[in-house]
């Protein structure tokens, strides 16, 4: 019978304490963040699609090599690039990427020798088609430029 | 035990099959049980499982040792650096590569924040299966800083492909450490404010005290791990058992409960968190100058013809992962031996003759997360 009263007591009066801390927590400053409202800054190692880094004079750093496209994992890079005169090396000439594939490991920019793709800071790709999360990269850094 | 047949009227009485998911709050994913019920009372339980089956291990054999690696960040989504860890310990066993010291204190650092981070979901999701929501609220608030912190490490926030083989992705960068150790020390004191929300409160002990014991026996049986074991009293730990990275250089407790009750594995995950604490604090403390990758680490990897094996703790219990390799670039077999489909499996002879809210506490403290057991 002792102990019954016991566990009414001490149970009645943890329901307090958690009554306490919750009110508690209304003097607390707000920690949601409302957002569309307010959005987070990425941070600079953020993981988003990626793009090609524009030189000084608007190209880009790629020399065909398909090295990216070769360790994806997923298979969702494709490149292709030509022969043109007076220009060393191969120009690029197609860069595709399928991000409905992508799983953002890095892979691709790890494996990029001459540097020429990064993470973009992109994360608002709502969309309900699938054709735009296909992405020409070319076409974008040439938007990009302008 | 003699386990009565589904739809079996036993001593003339009347039994419904009630189906509990795939989907459903309380299984967190898409677990079905099939519940033969007396009333509200459990007959019969039959998982089934597979409904969010991708072939993670045939994936691991029809590409490269290194493009499995973003596949491991996806099966365990709540410690995805566990997985990441086991694959890269493995196929560096295979390959004998010496991985930089400051690059192992940096994997066990985010391995230990990670598992906070997992349990802390645990926490909340558990909590709010037992019908108290507040909790999770100010859990995912903690959790949070966490994310924030790994994100701006490894670039992602849930599910990471931060290891590499011989090393990581990258550096920390210069506010990671001082980051850390503020989140430890407003973990610290955010932690007695769970207890006296939760851990004291009446009805929680009402609903777990007692509920769904596990006989040490049926763990050994169904070759359970993680808290689920330790809090039946076997004292387990692959971390100190079978020591694999630093971890033998770190001095920290295993949470040992022998109540077997849903109680003790609520307490063992709370006391995993500060002793998680503990191990970021020694290592952030040690954390050696030098490089995180190691050198000549080769392009094409192609591990000598064998049998490998490695095993990490994650936060739900032994993860193993076993390669055969038949020296080609890919993997012959790889056979991944996950934590949570042992937990699970005992759960059938367990729940027997429980209350259905019962059943449901007990599944919650088993700490299910169901793509890690479909793989």
């Known amino acids: 019978m002792g102990a019954y009263f016991k566990e009414l007591f001490s149970g009645t009066k943890s329901l307090f304490v958690g009554l306490q801390i919750t009110f508690g927590q209304m003097l607390k400053p707000l920690v949601t963040q409302q957002y569309p409202y307010e959005t987070s800054t990425m941070t600079p190692r953020f993981r988003g699609h990626i793009e090609l880094i524009p030189k000084e004079d608007g190209t880009n750093k790629c020399i065909v090599c398909g090295m990216c496209m070769r360790s994806c994992p997923s298979g969702c890079i494709t490149v292709a690039g030509e022969k043109r005169e007076g220009v060393k090396g191969k120009v690029l000439t197609k860069y595709r990427l399928d991000f409905t594939k992508c799983s953002l490991c890095g892979m691709c920019v790890e494996s990029c020798r001459p540097g020429a793709i990064t993470f973009s800071k992109d994360y608002n790709l709502a969309s309900t088609r699938k054709e735009d999360y296909i992405f020409d990269l070319l076409k974008r850094l040439e938007e990009k430029a302008k | ?375």
């Open chain 2, 1 to 375: 035990m003699s386990h009565p047949l589904p739809l079996n009227n036993q001593d003339n009485q009347e039994s419904f099959v009630l189906n509990l998911g795939p989907q459903h709050p309380a299984t967190h994913g898409v677990l079905r049980v099939k519940l033969t019920m007396d009333g509200e009372y459990i007959m019969h339980a039959e998982p089934v499982l597979g409904y969010i089956h991708r072939m993670h291990e045939k994936m691991g054999e029809n590409r490269t040792w290194a493009q499995f690696m973003p596949n491991t960040g996806r099966m365990d989504y709540l410690s995805a650096l566990s997985f990441n860890h086991g694959y890269a310990a493995l196929v560096e066993r295979a390959m004998g590569i010496e991985v930089p010291e400051r690059a192992e204190y940096l994997r066990v650092i985010t391995v230990e924040l990670n598992r906070i981070s997992s349990h802390l979901v645990w926490f909340g999701a558990f909590i709010l299966d037992l019908g108290g929501f507040s909790p999770l609220l100010y859990a995912f608030d903690d959790r949070e800083h966490i994310l924030d912190l790994l994100e701006s490490v490894t670039g992602s926030r849930l599910t990471y492909c931060y290891f590499r083989f011989g090393g990581l992705y990258n550096d920390i960068d210069e506010n990671f450490v001082d980051g850390t150790r503020e989140f430890i020390k407003t973990m610290r004191e955010r932690l007695p404010m769970y207890h006296n929300l939760v851990t004291k409160n009446i009805i929680l002990i009402k609903r777990l005290k007692d509920i769904g014991p596990i006989p040490k026996e049926t763990i050994r049986k169904y070759g359970a791990t993680g808290p689920v074991a330790r809090g039946s009293g076997v004292d387990y730990d692959i971390r100190r058992n079978e020591p694999y990275s630093i971890y033998p250089e770190f001095d920290f407790d295993i949470p040992v409960y022998t109540e077997c009750d849903s109680m003790a594995r609520y307490m063992v995950r709370m006391d995993e968190i500060e002793q998680s604490m503990r191990i970021i604090e020694q290592a952030l403390d040690k954390l050696p100058e030098g490089p995180v990758m190691a050198p000549k680490v080769p392009k094409i990897l192609k591990p000598p013809k064998g049998d490998y094996y490695q095993a990490v703790e994650s936060a739900r219990g032994s993860l193993g992962m076993r390669a055969v390799s038949d020296g080609t670039n890919k993997a012959y077999r790889l056979k991944l031996r996950s934590p949570t489909f042992s937990n699970l499996s005992l759960f059938s002879e367990v729940s027997e003759g429980m209350l259905l809210p019962d059943a449901l506490a007990l599944m919650g403290s088993l700490d299910l997360v169901i793509p890690e057991i479909d793989r």
